[in-house]
């Protein structure tokens, strides 16, 4: 009889553990979905927020084609395109851009900025933008 007890009692130490093993891989797999669903949002709220900042910088530049480098240079045109980004990023319930440069080169006209380490870029043609 003590030895059906002991194969028991070994049978429930065994269902145990695996039941432990189990709920520790399940939270180790919890947690590297949610890690992979934040840098997914992450990237997602970067790309808006450049498209963002370059739209704004677009629509500026439609005015006045002939001064692309002058405009990728004015504080107002770079300040304008920051609070576009950091708008549609905070929708996107990201942090704030930690950087945001305009680049007037290769006939286009880029927005680059960096999201939570993460760099996103986009920009349109600017045939002023060549060099001469």
């Keep these: 009889m003590d030895s059906v007890r002991d194969e ?6 065994v269902a ?10 399940v939270i180790g797999l919890r947690a590297a979905q949610e890690r992979i669903v934040a840098v997914a949002r992450a990237q ?23 001064g692309a480098r002058e405009l990728v240079a004015d504080s107002h045109v770079l300040d304008a395109a920051r609070i576009a980004a950091e708008e549609l990023a ?12 305009l680049v007037c080169a290769g006939k286009r006209i880029e927005a680059r900025l960096v999201l939570h ?16």
């Design 90 to 101: 905070r929708e996107n319930s990201a942090g704030g851009i930690e950087q945001l440069r």
């Design 44 to 66: 997602r709220a970067g790309e808006a927020a450049v498209e963002a900042a370059a739209q704004s910088v677009a629509d500026l530049y439609a005015a006045h084609p002939a």
């Design 8 to 13: 028991r009692g070994q049978a429930v130490l």
């Design 117 to 132: 380490g993460y760099s996103h870029h986009a920009g349109f043609s600017a045939p002023e933008c060549s060099p001469s």
């Design 16 to 25: 145990v553990l695996a039941l432990a093993i189990a709920a520790t891989a």
